[in-house]
């Protein structure tokens, strides 16, 4: 049963007796999911709060995937939510820096005529983040700003600071919240002298698998030709460097010397890996398979199926991936700096060093117990149940948006 969770008192004096209007502003929105996390967070928490009578409202670009494929833009009705995409220009210019230029956006954050009661910003550093500030400063209007990991500087640093310099300390100030992910990216903001006050941490939330799900047992196996008493490891993520990709197949060469009939499969979005882990896998006899970026049934049915998720990332905010896989109670291997510190305060997983042999050893104990297997997916999933369900993070946005809204506007 929904709940109205809104107020009169919650509202703009111009929205008298509607609930209460909420922009959402990202650059990737759903179907554009092979640019991670975010858009998967995003897509989520708007579907389900405007099935609470919210009024959702979300503002993104029309790019598709890292290619630069373009969605059909304009306004459509999508699941309760209105998602307005707006063109991008210059398919270069993004391929080669990844801004996306929206002149469509850029109008309607200064002369367009909507007038939201609150404005949440997943992201930080954009022309569309420059876009939510602009009209929530406008409007005068609270806006909740959500980095989404991306507040921390890893490449075209020079650039990123001038951004900083000009803007960035500009929707630090005015935002009402910073929405942390996790305690460690809390701690980030206080550094950039965020008050302690304006930070709220949030992480992300997923749905949580019921039993009946595990149904669908052995069909990605038999789709892709992986012999059912094959030991399965599942890395899910874009193909990149900073993954770990190149470590991973490191390191299940090494562990493949004990475990022939091992596969392993890299499932993401390819940026520059795919012909590289074909070419290496093949040169080197090793059971490897990439299908792609995986979604819906497909993607259920390799979470399914697998009997270890591997993420040997240089560096997570809060993999999705990552708790998807612990969700389905899979055991999980991760870098000391790729898994939410909650899950190794509770050994809800194998945590290493960004090395093939630790890493290939980690997954050997794993492959030797099927008891060890089978007490730390139970973990894992205890953990995510009790820590990053989507419901659990929902009460936190609605009390968010709730005191927001009250204190703003009294």
Request: glycine letters at 8%.
């Amino acid at each position: 049963m929904v709940t109205k969770r809104w107020s009169r008192k919650m509202t703009t004096s111009s929205e008298a007796g509607h609930p209460p209007l909420i922009l959402h502003v990202a650059p990737h929105f759903r179907p554009a999911y092979a640019f991670g996390g975010p858009p998967a967070m995003s897509s989520l928490m708007t579907s389900a709060l405007a099935a609470e009578e919210y009024r959702i409202v979300v503002w993104t670009t029309n790019v598709a995937d890292q290619t630069g494929r373009r969605l059909p833009s304009g306004s459509q009705l999508e699941d309760g939510v209105t998602v307005n995409r707006y063109s991008y220009l210059s398919k270069p210019a993004f391929r080669f820096s990844n801004i996306l230029i929206t002149p469509g956006m850029t109008r309607d954050s200064l002369i367009g005529d909507l007038r939201p009661s609150l404005v949440h910003l997943h992201d930080f550093r954009s022309l569309q983040a420059i876009s939510a500030y602009t009209l929530a400063l406008r409007r005068h209007r609270p806006l909740l700003l959500q980095p989404r990991g991306t507040l921390g500087i890893m490449g075209k640093k020079r650039v990123k600071q001038v951004y900083d310099r000009t803007i960035g300390r500009r929707l630090l100030e005015y935002a009402y919240r910073v929405l942390a992910l996790t305690p460690e990216e809390a701690n980030a903001f206080l550094s950039w002298g965020v008050p302690e006050s304006k930070v709220t941490v949030v992480p992300n939330g997923i749905p949580i698998p019921t039993p009946t799900i595990h149904n669908r047992r052995g069909a990605f196996r038999k789709r892709f030709g992986i012999d059912n008493g094959s030991f399965m490891i599942l890395f899910m993520g874009r193909l990149r460097e900073s993954k770990g990709v190149r470590l991973l197949l490191d390191a299940f060469e090494h562990f493949s010397i004990a475990n022939r009939n091992a596969t392993l499969v890299f499932c993401g979005a390819d940026e520059g890996m795919a012909q590289w882990i074909s070419e290496q896998s093949k040169k080197k006899g090793l059971h490897v398979i990439t299908p792609g970026f995986l979604t819906g049934d497909t993607k259920t049915e390799a979470l399914i199926d697998s009997d270890v998720f591997c993420l040997p990332s240089f560096g997570e905010a809060q993999s999705i991936a990552l708790l998807e896989a612990a969700s389905f109670g899979l055991p999980i291997v991760a870098s000391k700096v790729g898994a939410p510190s909650s899950f190794a305060e509770l050994n809800a997983g194998i945590f290493v060093e960004l090395d093939p042999i630790e890493i290939a050893g980690a997954l050997a104990q794993l492959a030797n117990s099927e008891n060890g297997r089978r007490e730390l997916g139970r973990k894992a999933r205890k953990l995510v149940a009790d820590r990053y369900s989507l419901e659990s993070t929902l009460t936190l946005l609605r009390d968010l948006y709730r005191e927001t809204l009250q204190s703003w506007d009294n």
